[in-house]
């Protein structure tokens, strides 16, 4: 699987929006780039996937570079529950997700 | 909303016993996975399995897990002989298919505490 690279953590603000950056310089053409979240002492719960155009569901926003190096995971607003590591990861088929270490989001009240 | 779920939540066990960890995936997925993660370290895959077979395993995977589906219902995995490295989160993860487009879906894990 291509390699992603995220920052450690980002810090945010109750009720404000949050930018989580991913770079995937090596993503191949049939790549989904998909994005998971794990809670404090839970398991990673899937949050959005996309290939090219941007994708919205009920929890988040992706925004993918036309170029697809990088991507955007966009929370519209974000509330205490949204801490989190927020993990960006390249899906090329086959069985197994690998985990990088993801982007620590502490939300400020 | 369908949801994995495993049990126990947490399993405390001796050095050298055996330990049986449940999951009950999502009920129309294909495909099944055990994935732990140590205390402070990233999320790793163990093994894959579909078709009553394992199809993947990564090399933490060794002679002392094994996995079953003795049911219609049930995934469990077992660890033979447990060490104290094997302390750890254990999650269960479910899928429909292999596509790159298809997602894993999680259950909220098992804490192993091995003494």
């Known amino acids: 699987d291509a390699k992603t690279t995220q920052p450690n953590s980002m810090e945010s603000n109750e009720e404000e929006p949050v930018h989580l950056p991913c770079n995937h310089s090596t993503i191949s053409g049939t790549d989904y780039i998909h994005w998971y979240r794990q809670l404090p002492s839970q398991g990673p719960e899937y949050v959005i996937h996309?290939?090219?155009s941007n994708v919205n569901n009920r929890m988040a926003s992706l925004a993918i570079a036309e170029d697809r190096k990088s991507s955007t995971l966009i929370l519209h607003r974000a509330t205490l529950r949204d801490a989190a590591v927020y993990y960006c990861i390249l899906r090329d088929g086959g069985n197994k997700l690998v985990f990088g270490a993801g982007t620590i989001l502490r939300v400020k009240s | 909303e369908p949801e994995v779920t495993q049990t126990p939540s947490h399993q405390v066990t001796q050095m050298g016993q055996e330990v049986i960890l449940r999951c009950v995936p999502i009920s129309n997925h294909l495909y099944f996975y055990w994935y732990r993660q140590i205390l402070g370290q990233k999320v790793e895959f163990l093994v894959s399995?579909?078709?009553?077979?394992?199809?993947?395993k990564s090399e933490i995977f060794d002679d002392q897990f094994s996995v079953e589906r003795p049911d219609g219902s049930n995934f469990t995995l077992k660890i033979r002989s447990t060490k104290l490295e094997d302390s750890a989160m254990y999650f269960c993860a479910s899928g429909m298919g292999l596509a790159s487009s298809d997602t894993q879906y999680f259950g909220p894990g098992t804490r192993l505490t091995v003494l």
């Open positions: 996309g290939l090219t």
């Open positions: 399995f579909y078709n009553n077979e394992i199809s993947e």
